[in-house]
């Protein structure tokens, strides 16, 4: 158990639809990764929260948003849902908001659009 | 853009050692990395290597970087049917964000 939790484990929705994913990060971990899971593109970093702001953006879709509130706690928001979107969606927690090595994973949430 | 390579899939015996290789383009990474993961759960970080080494070693694990021809690669002794999973290899450069390979599946027979 890595200390970060993801809610919920399974997600399934209709094309054109509106989710929302959450995470919590380990307990005194400031900096939040969400990172998207496909058959087609592997692995991908979306974007990065440290301490309430944005840190980095990555392969972000522009239906697609997130944030980090002021508990740390964040979360990913994803819109007009396509079929593609279906894929596992990892957030990642550290405690730097500059040392990769120092990455935790929660669980995932899977998402299926159909 | 950033890329990493690795092979898909990998079928070893109980005990003997497995090699799983990475190739990466990126060649101001900083960072390269070893991430296992197992079915129905997150990633999780083995182990890494600042490009500035040739070899790290933890317990089975030992990790070898040819950083001039940007291969990576990572051997597990006595791989165990434990060891199963899939091996992701990844690297960061300056903005510390790692773009993944597409993993390597280890199969572990008995």
């Known amino acids: 158990d890595s200390g970060v939790t993801q809610t919920p484990k399974h997600l399934i929705t209709a094309t054109g639809q509106r989710v929302t994913l959450r995470c919590s990060p380990r307990?005194?971990?400031?900096?939040v990764y969400w990172y998207q899971q496909s058959l087609d593109q592997g692995l991908q970093f979306l974007i990065q929260y440290y301490n309430g702001e944005e840190r980095a953006k990555g392969n972000i879709l522009e239906r697609f948003s997130a944030q980090q509130f002021p508990d740390l706690h964040s979360e990913l928001n994803l819109s007009s849902l396509e079929l593609g979107d279906s894929a596992l969606y990892f957030c990642?927690?550290?405690?730097?908001?500059?040392?990769?090595?120092?990455?935790?994973f929660g669980p995932g949430t899977r998402l299926t659009v159909t | 853009g950033e890329d990493v390579e690795q092979s898909l899939f990998l079928s070893v015996r109980e005990g003997d050692s497995s090699v799983i290789n990475c190739t990466y383009t990126?060649?101001?990474?900083?960072?390269l990395y070893w991430y296992k993961q197992e079915p129905g759960a997150g990633l999780q970080l083995l182990t890494y290597?600042?490009?500035?080494?040739d070899m790290k070693q933890d317990q089975r694990l030992t990790v070898l970087l040819n950083k001039k021809d940007k291969h990576l690669s990572l051997r597990i002794a006595d791989t165990q049917t434990g060891d199963s999973a899939i091996y992701f290899c990844?690297?960061?450069?300056?903005?510390?964000?790692?773009?993944f390979g597409r993993g390597t599946s280890l199969i572990v027979h008995p």
């Open positions: 990642a927690s550290s405690e730097s908001g500059d040392i990769a090595y120092e990455q935790y």
């Open positions: 290597i600042f490009s500035n080494m």
């Open positions: 990126d060649s101001s990474s900083t960072y």
């Open positions: 990844a690297s960061a450069g300056g903005s510390y964000i790692p773009t």
């Open positions: 307990s005194g971990d400031l900096s």
